[in-house]
């Protein structure tokens, strides 16, 4: 990258710590490019949905993290313009399949990189595998990509660790730490020398993916730890495994004292309503959650959202059980909504119901309503209409990645009842859930004027 175009993405960076500007041109890829980004002496940076960060020691390259299969030969050609010299370790952060998929280019050449990462990262990577039915399913819903097929093989780790192990290349030393947080299989590296911190997903530029409905147990009580650990460090730079990098000690600090007070406050009033008593329902709709961390550009709930954190932390504190003894050994939800259409006086009824809801604007009542209806009469095609119009405006009211996926599915859903179709089809009427399909993952809002199934 030149040097105009490397100044180009610093003043970006600026822009974007002080809410001047988004992190979608990053996240899409405009800055990626065939050459790392300079950040400072010895270390190089690849910004792409999934970043990469690479160390010079002197006596080798240090990868941290591999991005995903998209960007693996980009990566490899951006590495080999920064030095030619072999790369001698690839650090994994986490085993998640966008920070993992780009090491095949490297392992193809004379010298074959030792890849290292949390004794946790094998048994994910073994999970993977076995489940990868579901996680295919789940990942289409989410991105909406219903052509998505989860992988099956993966590059192992060559050496694991279990609480920290310090790694020396040429010149510079790698501590790596174990931090449960996002996963249960993190890894931060802290480079002393250069004072530069390697954050992982424990940092993505994003209210904490700490809450992910259709994944795996979070920690965020873990997680707000490790961030305070983190600070302690007196990092100069961070380089965090989504978004932007953050440069200056003030800055650094800043940012990982706000988002361990956000899940701080989170994990407090969890405990204390749980503490009283409260059903699940109350504990949801009884966390305050801090604004005024909301607002901040690094803390905006465009991927997670801290509801979901909540509930999170009922499942990790106090299991399936939500205190609603009518869930504890429920009937058939069919048979539930069949017999409350029944009482409302059919199916049709609870769905009209449900269209002047959204109408008057109470789209959770709304939605409760048109998937009763739904569940009531699967075929009915005005039913099937009227929820396919409540959660395409959901889906185009939320602020995360996580709800709006999950909404515009179902709207899918629905409308391929109404039309006659199928969900893909749905689900690529409008131009952005095509750029969706294709496989395009961003993380936050983008302008969709053209909401699939109204």
């Not at 980004?37 to 390259?61: C, E, M, Q, T």
């Not at 004292?257 to 969890?270: I, N, V």
């Not at 409760?368 to 929820?387: F, K, M, S, W």
């Amino acid at each position: 990258m030149t040097e105009h175009n490397s100044r180009t993405y610093i003043d970006y960076a600026d822009r974007v710590w002080r809410g001047e500007e988004s992190l979608l041109p990053h996240l899409t890829g405009a800055f990626t490019s065939e050459e790392l980004i300079p950040v400072r002496d010895r270390i190089g940076f690849f910004p792409a949905f999934a970043n990469v960060a690479v160390f010079d020691s002197g006596a080798g390259l240090v990868l941290v993290d591999s991005g995903d299969l998209r960007t693996a030969g980009l990566l490899h050609t951006a590495v080999r313009a920064f030095s030619p010299d072999p790369v001698r370790a690839v650090v994994y952060t986490h085993g998640h399949v966008d920070h993992v998929f780009g090491v095949a280019p490297f392992d193809a050449e004379p010298v074959r990189p030792e890849v290292i990462a949390h004794e946790a990262v094998a048994a994910r990577f073994d999970r993977y595998v076995e489940t990868s039915g579901y996680n295919s399913w789940i990942n289409r819903r989410q991105f909406g990509v219903p052509g998505l097929d989860w992988p099956t093989e993966y590059r192992y780790p060559d050496t694991t660790y279990r609480d920290r192990l310090t790694v020396r290349h040429g010149e510079l030393t790698f501590e790596l730490i174990h931090a449960r947080g996002e996963t249960d299989d993190h890894t931060y590296v802290w480079v002393p020398e250069l004072k530069t911190l390697c954050t992982g997903d424990l940092f993505i530029w994003n209210s904490p993916n700490a809450g992910n409905p259709q994944k795996v147990q979070r920690y965020p009580e873990e997680w707000a730890r490790a961030l305070r650990a983190m600070g302690e460090l007196g990092a100069e730079v961070l380089l965090p495994g989504h978004g932007i990098p953050i440069v200056g000690a003030d800055r650094v600090a800043q940012a990982l004292d706000d988002t361990a007070t956000l899940l701080e406050s989170l994990c407090s009033q969890t405990r204390d309503l749980m503490n009283a008593g409260l059903r699940l329902d109350a504990v949801i709709h009884g966390v305050k959650v801090p604004e005024e961390l909301l607002a901040k550009p690094y803390l905006h709930p465009a991927y997670d959202e801290p509801e979901f954190v909540v509930r999170n932390l009922w499942r990790l504190w106090g299991g399936w059980y939500d205190q609603n003894p009518a869930h504890l050994k429920p009937a058939p939800e069919a048979a539930v909504a069949a017999e409350l259409a029944d009482a409302a006086g059919g199916a049709l009824a609870l769905a009209e119901r449900a269209a002047r809801l959204l109408h008057e604007g109470d789209l959770r009542l709304a939605s409760h309503l048109a998937e009763t209806a739904a569940l009531a009469a699967p075929e009915d095609v005005e039913v099937a209409r009227i929820r396919a119009r409540v959660y395409g405006t959901r889906a185009g009211r939320e602020t995360s990645t996580m709800a709006r996926g999950v909404f515009h599915w179902a709207a899918a859903e629905s409308a391929a009842v109404a039309e006659g179709t199928d969900v893909t089809t749905e689900l690529t009427r409008s131009a952005a859930g095509r750029e969706r399909a294709a496989g395009t993952i961003s993380v936050g809002v983008v302008a969709d004027e053209d909401l699939c199934c109204g």
